[in-house]
């Protein structure tokens, strides 16, 4: 069965502190992807990336940062974390350029930054 | 990327059949209709996906009218799991990137 597991369910960081959420998969997938999805909001999009070192600006990527050095793991990194940063944060693959091409999420990463 | 609407929610009951219909004006001749189905805590789960026509899998069938401009998931005979949010998007595999609108609430009742 497909997997995509996120390191942390909850955690709960300081204003100013740098926080990592780590995200793996496991089928091979070239596209991943970081959404955060707060009530009212829906999902949005934060950065994607097509391949090893590669990354993409989503919709709202201002005070977040990325890093893919193997094809397998996604990071998303909060350089200083504000309480405007609390939200669940939600990772997903997918295959490339397939005419089914759908998302594959983990079960998320409830963040609170006090 | 096609912007989607869809109710913000809908009430039904166990065993009845439940149409959920989006709009998207602006379709693009490379997009597909795509549905995702949430529940609380969770990350979205994949149900359905189509071009054109009528698609039909275990869980689920999409319509999608000849001009594309909007689709119907149509859910059979529900039950009390389905309660869930259900998401329309508009996916363009060669932009590779997904943009979810609000969801549908959909709760179903006894």
């Known amino acids: 069965d497909v997997k995509v597991t996120q390191s942390s369910r909850y955690l709960v960081k300081r204003t100013g502190e740098k926080v990592f959420l780590e995200c793996v998969q496991d089928?091979?997938?070239?596209?991943m992807f970081w959404y955060r999805q707060d009530p009212g909001l829906g999902l949005r999009l934060i950065y994607f990336s097509y391949d090893v070192k590669m990354k993409e600006k989503g919709d709202i990527p201002e005070g977040y940062s990325v890093s893919r050095e193997k094809k397998e793991r996604f990071s998303l990194i909060l350089e200083s974390a504000s309480t405007n940063q609390t939200s669940m944060y939600l990772c997903?693959?997918?295959?490339?350029?397939?005419?089914?091409?759908?998302?594959?999420f983990g079960s998320g990463t409830q963040l609170s930054v006090l | 990327l096609a912007k989607t609407t869809q109710p913000i929610s809908m009430d039904s009951y166990e065993g009845q059949e439940v149409n959920i219909t989006c709009s998207h004006n602006?379709?693009?001749?490379?997009?597909?209709i795509t549905w995702y189905q949430q529940f609380p805590s969770q990350g979205p789960r994949f149900i359905i996906q189509?071009?054109?026509t009528k698609v039909t899998n275990e869980v689920a069938s999409l319509f999608i009218p000849a001009d594309r401009k909007s689709s119907t998931l149509s859910l059979p005979r529900v039950s009390l799991s389905d309660t869930a949010v259900y998401y329309c998007?508009?996916?363009?595999?060669?932009?590779?990137?997904?943009?979810f609108g609000d969801g549908t609430t959909l709760t179903v009742k006894p």
């Open positions: 089928m091979d997938h070239e596209n």
């Open positions: 602006n379709i693009a001749t490379n997009d597909y």
């Open positions: 189509g071009y054109k």
């Open positions: 997903a693959s997918s295959l490339p350029g397939t005419s089914n091409e759908k998302l594959f």
């Open positions: 998007l508009v996916v363009n595999t060669n932009a590779g990137k997904s943009t």
